[in-house]
């Protein structure tokens, strides 16, 4: 059985089909790419799938689980955690803080042991410290920790943003252009990053991109949409060698 | 028949909070910020007109006119100096800054005129009119404030339907970026709003003080806000809005104080605003908005 | 090895410093300028006038610090702070005048009170914080601005009598309580409430002071405060992680509301006669809180402590200026804003922080 099952999702804003007939199914572990031309519907379907967006119409079943119409907290309890195209960091709190808000469910303790700092409350802030740099390591972000996040240069706030994702422990793990706005060298890291990430972490990932040599690079196999229906589904150098998709890509 | 006069009082009075609406909707549909200070705008239209009849015994006509410019003049200055550093500033930012000119205004006309109560003159000279052998007395001025906000809702809907200026307030309000790109000149646009919205405010004003005469720095405050809850009322941005807002509230305010309790009519106005922004929160004639993620 | 597990420990606890270290200057500071006030009231060296300001000022640092909480913490402006401090107010002055025979121990007694206080005031900031939490930005503020003039208008309104049938109720007047002889009035209406026994004093109010503080911070450096924060900076994002908005936003709203209850517990045991007027309750009193907040730095507790002390005593000892008092909070507030935001200032302080590091760096 798939990770990630979905069937004929699809949903409009006023008169305007943005998804229609969408399917997918994604293997655990797999790095699945989703391309398409600027205003395919990418974005929409991530936040149809996390709960953003309510879907008009199709199932999306996580593990077996559906998780259809379920609001974006549950969601992500139920294991899809996410970035954001146009970054979503908490800007003025620490970047330990940031993964912390992240393991903030895996770690509880109550308001009232927080404000008396009875026991549970030191014994799991330690332990959440401990995740939090475990984390910000595999990132290379562990000497910033202390650092407002908006004082991290832009490739590294893309990075704590995936940091933070990972550390609602998801089980699937959507990235939104996570290389958008970085050079070519710190492309290169972000894609030993996400392949390092699926292999130490045992990860599912879905991720949107414009840059090709990502793509082609790190993903397994690859949607194309175009006008928000899928225009080829499947293994990564077909899919690219598609002479519809070159088309779609670069015109007539 | 009392029910009638009630009534009646209640659509003047809700006149002059439609034409103070006015000038909120259209700042915030523009500027996308709440005005605060607005409602001392009005304040000070009343002194402007208080100093120039009483004192400098000034025909009242041309004291309006004066009063006009004057408002006109502070809410473009209030803008350029206040509000348009922080024209990419947190929403916070901008509703404390607001605050603080408000507090400003009332304070400086406190300094000025001092705190205690001025009589006001009417400067409207029409007589009351008696129906019913005596039984309802309809008085003048509320007749002139709901006839002042008939034409100044007509003006202002031909104004922006079919002047430039008025299409480019539109457009900088549906989008400030691309007017921008198509040659609007955005910060001229805005100008004119605050302009615009200061002038009425001082017509307000002149209403105000005319059916209730007693002027203090705290006249506006009231009011202003009263007003605000107006324009939501009515859905914000939009101009019949306003004026259907405005007038509701003032029957809801007068009939409560006639037949609940004068003591809870600001409550129950107050309610009002609560009930429409959590049952219909874009107000009766607004348009619905959604944050893009 | 052991040298590697020492320096461990001393990093540890370094880090554990940072983070408490700022709260603790903080905490001393009041300690501190309690011992100073104490000494110049035991050696007579303060005048009457600052006497009568100790336990106002206790209010409003209160008032102020738990405002930042929405404020700073939360990130939504809320204008009818004086609304829940209203509640508490009049609920503890209330209690305190109803067993005023019966507790006889007058620390019992306002300690109850105080508690009274906190939780009418959460109680209340639960009921309004239902309908408003849902609203953001402009709407919101303007909502809390509503709901603190409902409060102070039907407290203004409200006539409330005991007799041996129990406890009566009335908007209209004292006659329509329909009290027995032998009943007693205790609130009257836009009257409000006389005979408060005067329970507050400064000690007291510095223990308050440091309770407001302890609260906040402790819970701003807890998971809950991080959640808090988070919807904050970042509403769409913070959902995304699974944290429950309107959850954590009530939190932080309602041990808010109830700190302010607190702060009117303090104010209405220092007045013998307590009436809901626009001075003391309405908006106007919600916005010199928000000036205190502002000046002292949004977010930052030390500050507003700071300058609800300085703004209070200013314009008290510098006669005249009192006048200019409203005037100063208005410029206050469009100059601290102007300041930190408009692009031209924000180059500015670049250019002069760029300017520090280089000499700095040349020193060096």
């Given amino acids: 059985m798939a990770l990630l099952e979905v069937k004929n999702l699809g949903i409009s804003f006023g008169g305007l089909r943005a998804v229609n007939a969408f399917d997918i199914e994604i293997e655990k572990g797999q790095l699945y790419g989703l391309i398409g031309p600027n205003g395919a519907g990418k974005t929409t379907i991530f936040n149809l799938l996390t709960g953003v967006y309510k879907p008009d119409e199709g199932i999306i079943k996580l593990d077996g689980e559906n998780i259809t119409g379920k609001k974006a907290i549950d969601i992500n309890k139920a294991g899809i955690a996410r970035t954001f195209q146009n970054i979503r960091l908490f800007k003025d709190m620490s970047v330990k803080d940031n993964v912390k808000v992240g393991l903030h469910n895996h770690h509880p303790y109550s308001t009232l042991e927080g404000i008396l700092r009875l026991p549970r409350y030191f014994k799991v802030e330690k332990e959440m410290d401990e995740r939090a740099m475990e984390l910000l390591k595999v990132f290379d972000l562990d000497r910033e920790a202390d650092l407002l996040a908006s004082n991290l240069p832009y490739g590294k706030q893309r990075k704590l943003e995936i940091a933070r994702a990972l550390a609602t422990d998801p089980k699937l793990l959507l990235l939104d252009e996570p290389a958008a706005g970085m050079n070519p060298n710190e492309t290169k890291e972000l894609m030993d990053t996400i392949r390092f990430v699926r292999d130490k972490f045992d990860m599912t990932i879905l991720l949107i991109e414009h840059d090709m040599k990502l793509v082609s690079g790190i993903c397994e196999k690859l949607t194309v949409l175009n006008f928000g229906e899928v225009l080829k589904q499947g293994d990564t150098s077909t899919v690219l060698n598609d002479p519809q998709v070159i088309t779609a890509y670069l015109g007539e | ?293 | ?364």
């Fill in chain 2, 1 to 293: 028949m009392s029910f009638i006069s009630y009534l009646v009082t209640g659509i003047s009075l809700g006149s002059v909070y439609a034409i103070i609406a006015l000038g909120y909707t259209m700042v915030y549909g523009i500027a996308k910020m709440l005005n605060f200070a607005h409602g001392d705008v009005i304040m000070i239209g009343g002194y402007v007109v208080f100093v120039a009849v009483s004192n400098l015994g000034i025909n009242p006509y041309v004291a309006i006119l004066i009063s006009m410019a004057v408002c006109t003049v502070l809410g473009v200055v209030v803008e350029k100096v206040a509000y348009k550093p922080l024209r990419n500033a947190s929403p916070l930012a901008v509703l404390i800054t607001a605050i603080g000119v408000s507090y400003l205004l009332q304070n400086v006309a406190l300094l000025i005129f001092g705190s205690d109560t001025k009589a006001f003159t009417s400067v409207v000279t029409m007589k009351n009119i008696t129906l019913f052998d005596g039984q309802l007395i309809i008085p003048g001025v509320a007749v002139v404030t709901v006839l002042a906000c008939i034409v100044i809702m007509i003006g202002l809907s031909l104004f922006i339907k079919k002047t430039k200026a008025g299409r480019a307030m539109v457009a900088v309000s549906e989008d400030k970026g691309a007017a921008q790109l198509m040659g609007i000149n955005v910060n001229g646009t805005i100008s004119l709003t605050f302009a615009i919205g200061s002038g009425l405010a001082a017509i307000a004003g002149v209403l105000l003080c005319s059916a209730y005469p007693s002027l203090t720095p705290y006249t506006g405050a009231m009011p202003g806000i009263k007003a605000f809850v107006a324009a939501v009322f009515g859905g914000i941005g939009s101009i019949p809005g306003a004026m259907i807002g405005g007038i509701l509230l003032g029957i809801i305010e007068n009939l409560s104080k006639a037949y609940i309790s004068s003591q809870m009519a600001d409550a129950i106005v107050f309610a009002v605003l609560i009930i429409v922004l959590l049952v219909r929160p874009t107000g009766i004639l607004g348009k619905n908005i959604q944050e893009k993620v």
């Fill in chain 3, 1 to 364: 090895m052991i040298m590697m597990s020492e320096q461990k420990k001393t990093k540890g606890k370094l880090k554990l410093n940072k983070v408490t270290k700022n709260d603790l200057i903080t905490y001393l500071m009041v300690v501190i300028a309690y011992v100073i006030v104490e000494i110049l009231l035991k050696t007579g060296n303060l005048s009457s006038l600052l006497q009568g300001l100790l336990v106002p000022l206790c209010t409003y640092v209160i008032l102020a610090v738990s405002l930042n909480l929405t404020v700073g913490i939360l990130g939504e402006l809320s204008l009818g702070h004086a609304g829940f401090m209203c509640i508490g107010a009049f609920s503890s002055a209330l209690f305190s005048l109803g067993l005023k025979d019966s507790i006889a121990n007058e620390g019992l007694r306002f300690f109850i009170a105080i508690l009274v206080a906190a939780a009418s005031a959460a109680l209340c900031g639960i009921l309004v914080g239902i309908p408003v939490l849902r609203l953001k930005g402009d709407y919101l503020a303007i909502v809390t601005l509503a709901f603190g003039e409902i409060i102070k208008n039907i407290i203004n309104a409200i006539y409330l009598g005991v007799d041996s049938h129990g406890i009566h109720i009335s908007m209209t007047d004292t006659m329509s309580l329909g009290l027995e002889p032998d009943g007693k009035v205790l609130i009257k209406g836009a009257q409000g409430i006389t005979g408060t026994p005067h329970d507050s004093n400064f000690t007291i109010g510095v223990v308050l002071i440091l309770l407001s503080l302890i609260i906040i911070n402790n819970l701003v450096h807890s998971r809950t405060g991080r959640a808090v924060m988070s919807i904050r900076d970042n509403r769409i994002a913070a959902e995304s992680v699974g944290i429950n908005i309107t959850k954590y936003k009530m939190i932080a709203f309602t041990i808010s509301a109830s700190l302010a209850g607190v702060a009117g517990a303090l104010y209405s045991h220092n007045l013998s006669t307590l009436t809901a007027l626009p001075k003391n309750f309405g908006y106007n009193m919600s916005i010199m809180i928000l000036v205190f907040v502002v000046l002292g730095g949004i977010g930052n507790m030390r500050g507003s402590v700071i300058a609800a002390v300085i703004l209070t005593l200013l314009p008290e000892l510098l006669r005249g200026l009192n006048n200019y008092r409203m005037l100063i909070y208005a410029i206050v507030l469009i100059a601290m804003m102007l300041f930190n935001w408009s692009p031209r200032t924000v180059a500015w302080k670049e250019k002069m922080a760029e300017k520090l590091k280089r000499t700095k760096k040349e020193e060096v």
